[in-house]
């Protein structure tokens, strides 16, 4: 698992007028380059001052059956209660 901090391609137009607001809530992204349905660049949010992007090895249906996604998941939202 590896903390994502730089793009792996500049945004294409579309993504760019997403990010044009940024995120003000806590986001934790999970980022998987071997996802093969989502590009990894599609889930760097460079804008959103509050984001943490996580990198970890599973396919795109395999990212609900991975352990390690349920544990970030649940620091992410521990995060919260405290």
Do not use: C
């Amino acid at each position: 698992m590896n903390d994502v901090t730089t793009p792996l391609a500049p945004p294409p137009r579309g993504m760019m007028l997403r990010e044009a607001r940024p995120i003000r809530q806590p986001i934790t992204a999970i980022v998987s380059r071997t996802d093969g349905v989502v590009a990894p660049e599609a889930t760097i949010d460079r804008y959103s001052e509050n984001v943490r992007h996580m990198e970890v090895d599973a396919a795109h249906l395999g990212l609900a059956f991975n352990p390690t996604v349920w544990r970030l998941t649940a620091e992410a939202l521990g995060k919260g209660t405290r």
